[in-house]
């Protein structure tokens, strides 16, 4: 179904924000821009950058793709399907959409800004706390014989894995990569997922 006129309006006003809030954290670091200095440069209303996004953390982390992504993977799955290999693709969708998107090129600075900034840091605990907790509750209600232990140990696993690689990519994508490079560094990530999730398998 088509999304009406307002609805892509506001789609519309949602990207650029998030857009230039990305600009600028990169450029300045997160703690050094403003909520206000994000709404100038968009051109909008303080009050229209909160109607979209409730914290200044939230416009950073924008993209939800990648913790609420895995229950959902888990929930759509075909039947019988091995849930690490579930985990492993939904992964691997999320991280050829970046590098799609051109958001592998500026990994390293999108890192060095989290790592710099105290509350970024508290955010991204908070989330993969938030995404353990739903993704034990997705596995539980695919396999209603499941253990609430072992989902939750797959569950916290899968989260480590992800900080893992975060972590890889953030060491071999390089500062400004070429297409070329870029296109080598997703290849290595690729071959670290495949290592991070057979470790995966092997404890499930």
């Known amino acids: 179904m088509e999304i009406g006129r307002r609805e892509r309006k506001k789609q519309q006003t949602r990207q650029v924000i998030s857009d230039v809030a990305t600009l600028l954290f990169l450029e300045r670091g997160f703690d050094a821009v403003t909520v206000a200095e994000v709404a100038k440069a968009a051109d909008v209303a303080v009050q229209t950058v909160f109607n979209h996004f409730p914290?200044?953390?939230d416009l950073f982390f924008d993209e939800t793709g990648w913790w609420m992504g895995p229950a959902q993977a888990?929930?759509?799955?075909?039947?019988?399907?091995?849930?690490?290999?579930t985990l492993e693709q939904q992964y691997l969708t999320v991280v050829r959409g970046r590098l799609e998107s051109g958001h592998l090129e500026t990994w390293q600075a999108y890192s060095r800004?989290?790592?710099e900034s105290q509350a970024l840091l508290a955010r991204r605990r908070q989330i993969a706390e938030e995404m353990e907790q739903t993704l034990a509750?997705?596995?539980?209600?695919?396999?209603?014989?499941l253990e609430p232990l072992t989902a939750?140990?797959?569950?916290?696993q899968f989260a480590a894995a992800q900080k893992v690689l975060e972590d890889e990519l953030a060491r071999?994508?390089?500062?400004?990569?070429?297409?070329?490079?870029?296109k080598a560094a997703n290849e290595e990530l690729e071959r670290a997922t495949a290592k991070v999730f057979d470790a995966l398998r092997r404890a499930w």
Not at 74 to 85: K, S, T
Not at 137 to 145: I, K, N, S, T, Y
Not at 172 to 182: D, G, Y
């Open 172 to 182: 071999i994508m390089p500062v400004k990569a070429t297409p070329e490079q870029l």
């Open 74 to 85: 888990i929930r759509e799955a075909p039947p019988g399907q091995n849930p690490i290999d």
């Open 113 to 115: 800004a989290m790592t």
């Open 55 to 57: 914290t200044k953390e």
């Open 137 to 145: 509750a997705a596995l539980q209600e695919r396999d209603p014989e």
């Open 152 to 156: 939750r140990f797959v569950a916290a």
